[in-house]
C-alpha cells in the first residue's frame, strides 16, 4: 500500500510540474505591448543605417522580459514590399520564430511560406535592439506585416579570435 501511495505522489507532482511548466511557457511571461504610435514599426534605411518609422496601422505585439528573443507583433501597411526593398535594408535568410497559439494575427509557419514563395519580404526593423539580437519585419503583397526578434550572427569569431561576422557593440552592463 505504501509503494502505491509514493507511485500516486510522484505522478502527481510530476503532472503539477508539467502543466506548470506547460503555463509558465505559454502564458506566464508574455504581457502585450503597448503602442507607441509613430515608433512600433521602423525599418533600417540602406543609406544612412538608421532605423526610421513606416506607415502603420492595428498594431498588435507582445514580448516577455524572460527572453529578448519573444518578441511577436502584427501590423497592417499600405506599403509594398517591392517599395521597402528600394530604400530599406532587406534581412537575408529571416526565418519566423513561432508564436504562442492565443496570439492569433500571427502564423510563423504561413509567413515562412510567404517568405519562400516571394510574397513576403523581410528588412532589419532595428540592429541590436537587444544585445546580439535584431528586429526582423516582413511584409506580404497584401500589407500584412510582421515582426520578430532574431539573433544576429554579432561576436562570431575564427578559432584565430579574429571577428567574422559584424562587432558586437559593447555589451551592456547587468
Not at 502505491?4 to 506547460?22: P, R, T
Not at 529578448?68 to 530599406?88: G, N, S
Amino acid at each position: 500500500m505504501t509503494g502505491k501511495m509514493l507511485a500516486i505522489l510522484l505522478v502527481a507532482c510530476a503532472v503539477i510540474a508539467g502543466v506548470s511548466m506547460y503555463y509558465l511557457q505559454v502564458y506566464g511571461y508574455y504581457y502585450e505591448v503597448e503602442p507607441s504610435p509613430g515608433q512600433d514599426v521602423v525599418l533600417t534605411e540602406t543609406a544612412t543605417g538608421q532605423p526610421v518609422p513606416i506607415a502603420y496601422s492595428a498594431f498588435q505585439a507582445i514580448d516577455a522580459d524572460s527572453s529578448p528573443i519573444r518578441y511577436r507583433a502584427c501590423f497592417q501597411t499600405d506599403l509594398k514590399p517591392e517599395q521597402l526593398a528600394v530604400r530599406y535594408m532587406s534581412a537575408e535568410k529571416a526565418e519566423p520564430l513561432t508564436a504562442p497559439g492565443w496570439f492569433d494575427c500571427y502564423d510563423a509557419a504561413a509567413l515562412a511560406e510567404a517568405l519562400a514563395n516571394g510574397s513576403a519580404r523581410a528588412f532589419i526593423g532595428v540592429k541590436n535592439v537587444h544585445y546580439g539580437v535584431d528586429r526582423i519585419v516582413a511584409v506580404t503583397q497584401d500589407g500584412s506585416g510582421f515582426a520578430w526578434h532574431a539573433l544576429n550572427n554579432c561576436g562570431e569569431k575564427a578559432y584565430d579570435g579574429t571577428v567574422v561576422g559584424e562587432e558586437c557593440p559593447p555589451r551592456p552592463e547587468n
